[in-house]
């Protein structure tokens, strides 16, 4: 096996399928990324069972063949190279690097030891804008639970398509973040979760708005292609929630509120929360007003801003963390606050359609003395 490849193209190919390669799991075929050649192309993979990177790059190839390397030797190796163009020339198990007066020899893995990566052939086919989807996940991903301490399920983002609709829905047991819009789609109906860990990736990968990600859902696994790279995982199973019946259907108090306006007055409230306390705050909407108190061993903050106020009084508790994230990723001037009551879930809105929808679990209040 022999080729030769741009040093740039090949440091940044290995950067990113670097991302797929195992951590966790101490078996060097899976530490390692699979190098493939084929006439004129360089295929590099990234596995670790759960979660997979394949990307394909222009190599002058003289005899085709596969190796697996392990990712970190690879990655320091190439990164520090200064050549414009690097030579691998492989026998057997000995991988030689060469570029320009440096030249590395290092051991490679048997290329049939790798794990296959699993097929979604035949899967349900949709194509979306980058753009788009980059701005969908980034109003519902800061939903999703972290980890599984809550409920594996929820460890993911959900999709869910009907006709000419997708929506995004993401959850962590004490937020909901919901993003919905319009898309050409006739297909059926159809619905997955996808894991936040593969999400992140993917964002790091999708840099060109105006182009498209083509996505294949199969029963298991989904499969991203975009320019040219391919990633692959698997698909979390589970009871998601039933959002539908968690979203109050009325509210008593309507609250029209400038975006960074809410924003500002909450964080200036920060200085004296404990960390350690749940970030609590206590919002009182009431004469055309919010104000936003707390009191902690550290301190007591009071302040106000304007606020469109129709409706009863409500005086309610949030954290102030989970308030903040859905100001932060409400990307519109000014937005609706819908409150039932000081112990119903707040709905945070866009003032005049519902492409959006957050809602925000409130907290117990104690008297303030």
Do not use: W
């Not at 080729?3 to 399928?17: D, H, Q």
């Not at 198990?93 to 035949?122: F, H, K, R, W």
Request: charged share 20%; proline share 4%.
């Amino acid at each position: 096996m022999n080729f030769t490849c741009n040093t740039k193209e090949l440091n940044e190919a290995i950067s990113n399928v670097m991302r797929a390669v195992s951590t966790k799991v101490t078996i060097p075929t899976i530490e390692g990324i699979l190098i493939e050649c084929g006439s004129d192309t360089l295929s590099l993979t990234g596995y670790d069972f759960e979660f997979g990177i394949n990307t394909t790059l222009q190599a002058r190839v003289s005899e085709p063949g596969a190796i697996v390397i392990n990712a970190k030797v690879l990655s320091d190796i190439v990164r520090k190279l200064s050549g414009g163009s690097v030579t691998f020339d492989i026998s057997g198990l000995s991988v030689s690097i060469s570029c320009g007066q440096t030249q590395y020899n290092i051991m490679g893995i048997d290329a049939e030891d790798y794990p296959e990566l699993p097929s979604v052939s035949g899967g349900f086919p949709l194509i979306l804008n980058q753009g788009l989807l980059t701005n969908m996940v980034s109003q519902t991903l800061f939903a999703v639970a972290d980890n599984e301490s809550a409920k594996p399920v929820h460890t993911g983002l959900k999709f869910e398509l009907s006709l000419n609709q997708i929506r995004l829905i993401g959850v962590d047991g004490f937020r909901l973040a919901i993003r919905t819009e319009t898309i050409q789609n006739d297909g059926d109906d159809i619905s997955f979760i996808v894991p936040k860990k593969t999400i992140r990736e993917l964002m790091k990968l999708m840099n060109e708005p105006d182009s498209e990600i083509s996505i294949s859902v199969g029963k298991r696994h989904i499969v991203f292609n975009l320019e040219n790279y391919s990633i692959i995982s698997r698909l979390l199973d589970g009871d998601f929630l039933d959002y539908n019946s968690a979203i109050p259907k009325t509210s008593n108090t309507t609250v029209l509120i400038n975006t960074s306006d809410a924003i500002s007055c909450i964080e200036r409230t920060l200085p004296v929360i404990e960390n350690d306390k749940k970030n609590p705050i206590r919002c009182l909407f009431e004469n055309d007003e919010m104000r936003v108190s707390t009191v902690s061993s550290l301190g007591r903050v009071v302040d106000y801003t304007h606020a469109n106020v129709s409706g009863d009084r409500v005086e309610i508790g949030f954290n102030s963390k989970y308030v903040l994230d859905a100001l932060h990723n409400a990307d519109t001037d000014q937005v609706r606050l819908e409150l039932g009551s000081a112990v119903s879930p707040a709905k945070i809105l866009p003032v005049n359609d519902d492409g959006f929808l957050f809602l925000v679990l409130p907290m117990r209040l104690k008297n303030e003395n």
